[in-house]
């Protein structure tokens, strides 16, 4: 199945800083990269998502661009917030047979820093 | 908004003990998730329904894990006997349509086995 890599583990920034966040998978037929933000003790929830259908997608602070040659994909958040700590998580969609599967990483503690 | 509801919210039992974990998706969502999460990690599929049917259970600890969606709407999962190595967050998500849409998470029960 899918094998997705999520670095680095922890980050901190100054807030006003901006952060970045990788990951990478292995089947290069997953078509759907979901990034999912976790406060402590609550639900994961979606902040943005990208298809393999193009290579870069922007919601305010937030954007995601995938590079399906390299099979990476990036989380960007500009002008960080003390509100932005979390855990982010990406995924990425197994392929077919699989029927919607998401594979997450590890997950990156981000810590914002006022 | 609709959120996709679990009950209970914590679990605390004794090794070899019986538990039971259930959710509710959002109204006319067709395909709901069970998920694990171990403290530090992503979540990692345990098995997925399409309407009332099973159509990923490849990660299922069948010895000791069940999971059913008698009449396509709530889902139950149990555990028999509970291991020591169980003790984890169980995420109920749910999507709307064919798999592969937005998945949206429940706020998760935490099992802990003493």
């Known amino acids: 199945g899918e094998n997705v890599e999520q670095h680095p583990s922890t980050l901190s920034v100054q807030e006003g800083d901006s952060a970045v966040i990788k990951c990478t998978y292995s089947?290069?037929?997953?078509?759907?990269f979901p990034w999912y933000k976790q406060e402590l003790g609550k639900r994961p929830q979606l902040i943005i998502d990208?298809?393999?259908?193009?290579g870069e997608k922007k919601d305010q602070r937030i954007a995601v661009t995938l590079n399906k040659t390299a099979k990476h994909f990036s989380l960007h958040i500009t002008e960080t917030q003390p509100e932005d700590s979390a855990v982010y998580f990406c995924?990425?969609?197994?392929?077919?047979?699989?029927?919607?599967?998401?594979?997450f990483g590890r997950g990156t503690q981000l810590t914002v820093w006022p | 908004e609709a959120e996709v509801a679990q009950s209970p919210r914590y679990k605390i039992t004794e090794k070899s003990q019986a538990v039971a974990f259930w959710c509710d998706p959002i109204?006319?969502?067709?395909?709901l998730y069970w998920y694990r999460q171990i403290l530090g990690q992503g979540p990692e599929l345990l098995v997925q329904?399409?309407?009332?049917?099973?159509?990923?259970d490849s990660q299922l600890p069948k010895d000791r894990f069940s999971a059913e969606r008698l009449k396509g709407v709530d889902s139950t999962l149990k555990i028999q006997p509970a291991e020591l190595g169980d003790s984890a967050m169980y995420l109920c998500?749910?999507?709307?349509?064919?798999?592969?849409?937005?998945?949206?998470f429940g706020p998760g029960t935490r099992l802990l086995v003493l």
């Open positions: 998500a749910s999507s709307l349509g064919p798999p592969g849409e937005t998945q949206y």
């Open positions: 995924a990425a969609k197994g392929r077919g047979s699989t029927l919607g599967r998401l594979y």
């Open positions: 329904f399409q309407d009332e049917s099973v159509v990923d």
């Open positions: 109204s006319g969502h067709a395909t």
């Open positions: 089947d290069s037929a997953s078509n759907y």
């Open positions: 990208i298809r393999s259908n193009v």
